[in-house]
Nanobody
Framework: QVQLEEFGGGLVQAGGSLRLSCRAS????????MGWYHQAPGKQRELAAN???????NYVDSVKGRFTISRDNARNTVYLQMNTLKPEDTGVYYC???????????????WGQGTQVTVSS
């Protein structure tokens, strides 16, 4: 079984910073794309940023220039550095990874349990 474990949410004032991390563990043959999705209160879950195993990054326009996604392939970990946080960044952040658990299996989507980020104005 594959698990994604998230760390780093919390409460911060507007303009502040937080760093999220997510580590994949279990039966892992290869990890492809890893990323973070944001679900604001009362809204659908949406991509915030993702990164391929080659290091190509992708950001939603609202976080460009403020958030930085990175990964440590040796540790199966993805990070999201969030700077200049705004109240609209509030919500639950979910780690996502596309993982091939064995060489026999196709890739599957995996999700973390979510971590709450609250930005006060």
């Amino acid at each position: 079984q594959v698990q994604l474990e998230e760390f780093g949410g919390g409460l911060v004032q507007a303009g502040g910073s937080l760093r999220l991390s997510c580590r994949a563990s279990g039966s892992i043959f290869r990890i492809n794309t890893m990323g973070w999705y944001h679900q604001a209160p009362g809204k659908q879950r949406e991509l915030a940023a993702n990164i391929t195993n080659g290091g190509t990054t992708n950001y939603v326009d609202s976080v460009k220039g403020r958030f930085t996604i990175s990964r440590d392939n040796a540790r199966n970990t993805v990070y999201l550095q969030m700077n200049t946080l705004k109240p609209e960044d509030t919500g639950v952040y979910y780690c996502h990874a596309v993982i091939r658990s064995t060489w026999l299996r196709p890739e599957d989507d995996y999700w973390g349990q979510g971590t709450q980020v609250t930005v006060s104005s």
